[in-house]
């Protein structure tokens, strides 16, 4: 099995070969190291084959980190091994995969670290079978099997939207189509357009910014994407893999509105409902707006149906009660009763206003009470007295510090007259042994040649002893 160590790090630069030594000439040549003949095999290999169409099946593929593709090219018979460099894998419109049957185009080269030839490839074509169609087979297969497509993750389109997200070119038709559709049948709508370009280099991340973007708007509640048709090239932006999946994270529903009826995309696949047309689009968000209002009338109808055959039967009901005998008294007892209920309410109307006049008089009563006790009065007094004790303890504070000053002043000078400083200021001084671990207090404590150390108010001094005199 090969490792990853028996492939080539990076795009091997050609180094300047050495001449050779001439042929012609009598003496011996000059033997070649490995580097020249490598060197020399390469440039030969370079010079022969600058511009080469190999044919054969992909093996081995693996995709470095550093972006670049080895593979090796093989067919019944021999195989050579092959690199694409992270410049031209950029331009693939599929990705390689062992088995597929492919044209590359490129240069032969020599790899002098392994001392292998390899093929440059430039440009890499399935046989056959398209670039472009190979990519989509490839895609779909993919979404497909990550559960994308499934019908049940579809979601259904607002009754009523609010707002309408559209995601398109502002110089197509789609636009245009969309917008005149939308005018024509449902004036009041809120549009929010979202300018994306939906064809050539950078297109489909272009859309993918604009669907999340409108995604982010509050009260949007479904995107129309898409644009006029074309060929599969110009189309190609809505097959491309960040579309798709931009389309699948939005939070509302995506219509999906590219091409005409006969063009499929992968955003077809994957989108919550697939449009022929930019037109149709609108025409379906519309639609919904139009079965609504239908069913409100048909309801509106029934209601007004039901209520009508309720009230013939209750009127003809009542008709049968009037026309019967024993009723005939009901409707003078019933006046009878009500002008009984009306005196009632009269009663209640002026006990409750005698009620109301009790609890006015009683209510400004304990008004003038509280009034007369009201806080703000002995507030204000309080605040008088605090002010004045605020003064008084401010005077006491400061009588207090000064005596504590003046105490402390005598008590310093006191202090500073039984320091060893001022005697020593008074022309005293200490006289220390020469490490100065011990007071010399007499001249028994040391011997001539000793070194004292003589401590003075300001400073001190080293000195040695010459003699001593005993007292």
């Given amino acids: 099995m090969s490792s990853l160590f028996d492939l080539p790090f990076e795009h091997p630069e050609p180094e300047p070969s050495r001449p050779t030594p001439p ?36 093996s081995n593929c693996k995709k470095w980190h550093t972006g670049h593709i080895y593979f090796t090219l093989k067919d019944s018979a021999a195989q050579i091994r092959a690199v694409m460099f992270r410049s031209a894998v950029r331009s693939l419109k599929f990705a390689p995969e062992d088995g597929v049957h492919v044209v590359a185009r490129g240069r032969v080269t020599v790899y002098d670290a392994k001392g292998e030839y390899q093929f440059i490839c430039e440009r890499l074509e399935p046989r056959g079978l398209g670039a472009l169609q190979l990519a989509f087979d490839q895609l ?20 009523l939207p609010r707002r309408i997200g559209v995601v398109t070119s502002l110089d197509g038709a789609a636009i245009r189509d969309i917008l005149s559709v939308l005018g024509r049948r449902y ?52 097959n491309e893999e960040v579309v798709a999946r931009a389309i699948v994270a939005s939070p509302v529903p995506v219509i999906s509105a590219v091409g005409h009826e006969t063009d499929t995309t992968i955003a077809d696949f994957v989108a ?9 689009a609108a025409e379906t968000v519309v639609a919904r707006r139009d079965e609504f209002r239908s069913r409100i009338d048909r309801l509106e109808e029934r209601v007004r149906g039901a209520v009508r055959r309720r009230v013939l039967v209750a009127t003809n009901h009542v008709h049968a009660l009037e026309s019967r005998r024993g009723l005939a008294r009901v409707p003078a007892t019933l006046a009878m009763r009500g002008r009984h209920v009306e005196e009632l309410l009269q009663a209640l109307r002026h006990a409750e206003r005698d009620r109301l006049m009790r609890a006015e008089r009683l209510l400004g009563s304990l008004s003038r009470r509280l009034e ?51 005697v020593l200021g008074r022309g005293y001084a200490v006289c220390w042994n020469e490490d100065r671990t011990a007071i010399i207090r007499r001249a028994t404590d040391v ?21 001593r005199r005993e007292s």
Avoid at 198 to 204: L, R
Avoid at 273 to 280: E, G, I, M
Avoid at 391 to 401: E, G, N, P, V
């Fill in 140 to 159: 779909r297969r993919k979404l497909e099997a990550e559960g994308l497509f499934a019908a049940e993750r579809k979601r259904p389109l607002p009754v």
């Fill in 447 to 467: 011997q001539p040649g000793d070194g004292v150390r003589v401590t003075l108010a300001e400073g001190e001094i080293d000195c040695t002893v010459t003699d």
């Fill in 272 to 280: 919550d409902l697939r449009a022929p047309t930019p037109s149709a």
């Fill in 187 to 238: 004036p009041n709508a809120s549009i929010l357009i979202r300018p994306a370009r939906v064809q050539g280099e950078g297109a489909a991340r272009d859309i993918a910014r604009g669907l999340a973007a409108i995604g982010r708007v509050p009260d949007v509640d479904v995107i129309i994407v898409g644009r006029g048709g074309g060929s599969i090239e110009d189309l190609w932006a809505f």
């Fill in 23 to 58: 042929t012609s000439a009598p003496q011996a040549a000059a033997p070649l190291t490995v580097s020249e003949l490598t060197a020399d095999i390469r440039s030969r290999l370079e010079t022969g084959f600058p511009d080469v169409l190999v044919e054969g099946e992909l």
């Fill in 372 to 422: 007369k006790r009201d806080p703000r009065e002995g507030l204000a007094a309080a605040r008088g007295r605090l002010s004045q004790s605020s003064t008084r303890l401010s005077a006491a504070i400061r009588q207090r510090d000064a005596r504590a000053q003046s105490a402390l002043g005598t008590l310093a000078g006191r202090l500073h007259s039984l320091s060893p400083l001022a």
